[in-house]
């Protein structure tokens, strides 16, 4: 499986925004789901927000339900997490995976994803 790439990280105030990519090369790209999971330090990994293999699903964790929106361009190889009205507990790294599958009919966690990226650190400052 080719390597997903994170970017976009940084640093920014509360009640900010900042957008995620999730790359690769590939042409299995738009065959899978898409995830997003974030750690941050001293707490286990949980899962943020997937998209199904052609977008025509979303999944989001509760805590981000409202704030951030998943979206994909399969044209592109590429997956966005934009996150908006950030709080200082969304400080975190931030990683992309692929889905075990086209679509979940139940909403997915972290285990339900391979692959994870590097990763891109988010900052949010209060």
Known sequence: QVQLVESGGGLVQAGGSL???C??????FGSYAIGWSRQAPGKEREFVA???WNGDRTYYA???????????????????????SLKSEDTAVYYCAY?????????PSVPDFRS????TQVTVSS
């Open 50 to 52: 997937a998209i199904s």
């Open 62 to 84: 509760d805590f981000v339900k409202g704030r951030f929106t998943i979206s994909r361009d399969n044209a592109e190889n590429t997956v966005w997490l934009q996150m908006n």
């Open 19 to 21: 957008r995620l990519s």
């Open 99 to 107: 889905g075990r599958t086209r679509t979940y009919s139940y909403t």
């Open 116 to 119: 994870w990226g590097q990763g």
């Open 23 to 28: 790359a690769a090369s590939g042409r299995t």
